[in-house]
């Protein structure tokens, strides 16, 4: 599975780990999580998000 890191703050979502605070289980891959979710750290969308 492939990380995804947030072009506006550098924080890398590994799907391994996921975000289990914001309801992402581990072996969540970034495809499958809501349109909604945000950056943990910085609450940017997941437009702003690049394949690592």
């Given at each position: 599975m492939d990380s995804y890191v947030c072009?506006?703050?550098?924080?890398?979502y590994d799907p391994a780990q996921g975000d289990p605070d914001n309801g992402a289980a581990p072996g969540t891959k970034?495809?499958?999580l809501p349109d909604d979710w945000v950056?943990?750290?910085?609450?940017?969308?997941?437009?702003?998000?690049?394949?690592?």
């Open positions: 072009t506006v703050c550098g924080y890398v970034f495809e499958d950056c943990p750290v910085c609450g940017a969308g997941k437009e702003d998000f690049e394949k690592e």
